[in-house]
């Protein structure tokens, strides 16, 4: 059997964005991924449905894996033939000890790439706003391990040539003896008043940052209670950081959003989470997909077999226009047989999806809603006019019986159907438990229902407790009713009913919950 290849990846500080091209790339084509907790969880999601996941960190019930063993793991998946990623947090040459695993692949004769990523070192201070060099302040900087005990610093780390060898000194794991690595470089000439800063979980929605000096860091961390993982900054550049500080104004700095939407359309959400400094945490819970019952195709060609016939063509999601276009497309279909029908659309997306297929829409509704769009169409609609209504499996009834009772023939079409799915996520129930999810936006009543019942499959038996803390922001009002009579409390709903209202109403939610702190 032919040895497979090991793809040594830094996974980058945390920001899941944060992560090389080449990485990802590596990343995506691999058969089998070994990694740990540093990685990031929504890297996993770039990860192919069929490759294996080896998780080689610590959790709660289980110890971490030794290097040794990881080390031999990662020959023996190689000597089955298999490509293999093994993605470390930060960048893998730094204090990450891929030297000890490139030596074995390479004593095996396994061919190996070690692909660099973005050090925490570097990253994690620039996120809070500290630049590690300055024209003015520091034309140099160390990096340094703080996590050894003191003994064993003094034995690696020379103080008295380390202390004002460069600028700034950065110590990575150094958190639990910020008070000797304090001591010990006062003791060797940098000034008590030398700017120091600690940041921790940078690039994460749970970064924060404790600044102080030499002589006063200790005591505030232990004030603050302040825990690790962080990132320490020794010098003059700290005190950049009250006029370069970004991250933190963004108005959802510190949120991390359960986005459940469909994968194929939660990047518009997740894309502007993340640009107002929020973390989208991508989980979807829904897949619309065509029917594959004969009954569902047989009425869908009847009904497209009279096109010529109808009055109106009335369409109320965006999934709606794309499925509607490809049935016609599957049935052989010109949409020029729709010559005499006007399209409504519920809402600016639906309208704008049907302008990219060259249709502009005749009706657009103030509210997003079924309710709104009868309403607006209202004085047009006449007994004896014959309308379509292409849309999901679960739609509402509401829309085709007011329809009716207005005298027109109402033709409901079911052009797809909305699936379940409970991706595979190793860490979600995890990050619930733990407090780490703040906000989950709903953009349907199906999301609602399927995010219980995922949540139920992976082992949560009362889904609804779990989540009783996290801000719940619902795209409009009918989802809002369902999440409530699932036992969640709702906090915001978009004003308009639109992805953009939805961000909006995560705004007022963090707006809101830094207040209350």
């Given at each position: 059997m032919a040895k497979g290849k090991v793809y040594l990846v830094g996974a980058g500080p945390g920001d899941p964005k944060l992560i090389t091209v080449r990485g990802l790339e590596a990343l995506r084509r691999s058969e089998v991924v070994v990694y740990d907790r540093l990685a990031g969880p929504q890297l996993l999601g770039q990860i192919g449905q069929a490759a294996e996941r080896i998780y080689v960190g610590k959790r709660p019930d289980r110890h971490t894996m030794k290097q040794e063993e990881i080390n031999q793991l990662l020959v023996d998946l190689a000597l089955q033939g298999k490509t293999v990623c093994r993605l470390k947090g930060g960048d893998p040459t730094v204090f990450g000890r891929v030297g000890e695993e490139a030596e074995l692949l390479k004593k095996n004769g396994i061919p190996y790439e070690i692909i660099p990523g973005i050090t925490s070192a570097i990253a994690v201070p620039a996120y809070a706003g500290i630049p590690v060099t300055h024209r003015d302040l520091a034309s140099s900087f160390s990096v340094i391990t703080g996590h050894e005990s003191p003994d064993k610093l003094d034995r690696s780390i020379q103080w008295d040539k380390v202390t004002n060898a460069t600028g700034t000194l950065v110590f990575l794991m150094g958190v639990a003896k910020i008070g000797y690595i304090s001591e010990q470089l006062i003791k060797h000439g940098r000034p008590p008043s030398t700017p120091v800063a600690l940041v921790r979980w940078g690039t994460r929605a749970e970064q924060a940052t404790l600044t102080g000096t030499l002589e006063n860091i200790e005591a505030k961390v232990r004030e603050a209670d302040f825990q690790p993982p962080a990132v320490i900054v020794v010098g003059d550049v700290v005190r950049q950081r009250e006029e370069l500080r970004w991250v933190e104004d963004k108005p959802l700095f510190g949120q991390r959003v359960l986005v459940t939407?469909?994968?194929?359309?939660?990047?518009?959400?997740?894309?502007?989470?993340?640009?107002?400094?929020?973390?989208?945490?991508?989980?979807?819970?829904?897949?619309?997909?065509?029917?594959?019952?004969?009954?569902?195709?047989?009425?869908?060609?009847?009904?497209?077999?009279?096109?010529?016939?109808?009055?109106?063509?009335?369409?109320?999601?965006?999934?709606?226009?794309?499925?509607?276009?490809?049935?016609?497309?599957?049935?052989?279909?010109?949409?020029?047989?729709?010559?005499?029908?006007?399209?409504?659309?519920?809402?600016?997306?639906?309208?704008?999806?049907?302008?990219?297929?060259?249709?502009?829409?005749?009706?657009?509704?103030?509210?997003?809603?079924?309710?709104?769009?009868?309403?607006?169409?209202?004085?047009?609609?006449?007994?004896?006019?014959?309308?379509?209504?292409?849309?999901?499996?679960?739609?509402?009834?509401?829309?085709?019986?007011?329809?009716?009772?207005?005298?027109?023939?109402?033709?409901?079409?079911?052009?797809?159907?909305?699936?379940?799915?409970?991706?595979k996520d190793d860490f979600l129930l995890e990050v619930l438990r733990e407090g780490g999810i703040h906000a989950i936006t709903f953009t349907s009543s199906s999301t609602v229902t399927n995010l219980l019942e995922a949540l139920r499959r992976s082992g949560a038996e009362r889904p609804e407790e779990l989540l009783r803390g996290i801000d719940i922001a619902c795209i409009g009002p009918i989802t809002a009713k369902t999440a409530e009579e699932n036992g969640l409390t709702v906090t915001a709903c978009a004003e308009p009913s639109t992805i953009e209202g939805l961000v909006q109403a995560l705004v007022r939610c963090n707006q809101a919950r830094n207040k209350r702190q």
């Open positions: 939407r469909a994968r194929a359309q939660a990047s518009e959400l997740s894309a502007r989470i993340d640009e107002l400094g929020g973390e989208p945490y991508e989980y979807p819970v829904i897949e619309a997909k065509m029917s594959e019952d004969p009954a569902v195709h047989k009425a869908v060609k009847a009904a497209l077999a009279e096109a010529e016939t109808y009055d109106w063509v009335i369409l109320t999601s965006v999934n709606g226009v794309d499925f509607f276009f490809r049935w016609l497309e599957l049935c052989g279909v010109d949409v020029r047989r729709l010559h005499r029908a006007e399209f409504a659309a519920v809402g600016p997306a639906t309208a704008a999806a049907l302008k990219a297929r060259g249709i502009i829409a005749s009706a657009l509704p103030e509210k997003f809603l079924a309710e709104g769009l009868l309403d607006s169409l209202a004085s047009r609609l006449k007994p004896g006019q014959k309308a379509l209504l292409p849309r999901g499996d679960l739609a509402r009834a509401w829309l085709p019986q007011e329809l009716r009772k207005l005298g027109l023939t109402a033709v409901e079409l079911d052009v797809y159907e909305n699936v379940l799915t409970a991706p």
